[in-house]
């Protein structure tokens, strides 16, 4: 069984840019996380989708924000990028929510020139 | 004081050692927590999931949960230079409420 993919699996862009990263979950898995991490802060959840509709959200701006398709796969996007959203982008796939096993992609890794 | 908190080593052991890793969290309300590996530029794999307070364990690894000192630990049993890695803890109340929460990481060193 595949497991989840994310792509692109490196990006480099500049201040004030927009990006949009995309994740496929395992197949038959319903909700996708995504998550960010850095040196700092460490792992720290921004959002949770299932049923295409955003069910959680982590303590992130505005500027983070997704969807989900009804394929159940995912895409993030970081509008007027800063600095400090360099960073390791993850997904993680489990079977529907509340399914608290999440398994995770390589992630995306983003940096902000 | 974080929610979770974790040594972020370096922990270095030599090969054949038991390892020991562990987590400490604030948050009384957490009842599912998981451990991951994270490799070098790898993301996080999954290594076990436990419920509650209690014991668990799979190969070489050993999971423990004690809920009411709010401290869990996992344990490597015949360690292998192949565990060298950083060893997440991640924990969350369930119920689909909120993401999962997470420790640093400690970076471990298995030395030949």
């Known amino acids: 069984k595949a497991g989840v993919t994310q792509t692109p699996r490196y990006l480099i862009k500049t201040r004030g840019q927009q990006v949009t990263l995309s994740c496929s979950p395992i197949?038959?898995?319903?909700?996708v996380s995504w998550y960010q991490q850095t040196p700092g802060q460490g792992l720290q959840f921004l959002f949770e989708?299932?049923?295409?509709?955003?069910?959680n959200k982590g303590n992130f701006p505005g500027r983070f924000s997704g969807r989900q398709f009804s394929n159940s796969r995912s895409e993030m996007n970081v509008s007027t990028l800063e600095l400090g959203d360099s960073a390791l982008y993850l997904c993680?796939?489990?079977?529907?929510?509340?399914?608290?096993?999440?398994?995770f992609g390589p992630g995306t890794r983003l940096t902000v020139l | 004081q974080k929610e979770v908190e974790q040594d972020p080593g370096p922990l270095s052991v030599p090969e054949g050692a038991i390892v020991s890793l562990n987590c400490t969290y604030s948050n009384s309300a957490f009842q599912y927590f998981m451990w991951y590996r994270q490799y070098s530029r790898k993301g996080p794999e999954l290594l076990m999931y436990t419920y509650s307070s209690g014991n668990k364990e799979d190969g070489r690894f050993t999971a423990q949960v004690d809920k009411s000192s709010k401290y869990i630990s996992l344990f490597i049993r015949d360690s292998q230079p192949s565990d060298s890695a950083t060893y997440l803890c991640?924990?969350?109340?369930?119920?689909?409420?909120?993401?999962?929460?997470f420790g640093k990481g400690t970076h471990l060193i298995i030395q030949p």
């Open positions: 197949s038959g898995h319903r909700s």
């Open positions: 993680a796939s489990s079977l529907a929510m509340g399914y608290n096993e999440q398994f």
């Open positions: 989708y299932f049923s295409e509709t955003q069910r």
């Open positions: 991640a924990m969350t109340p369930g119920g689909g409420a909120d993401g999962l929460t």
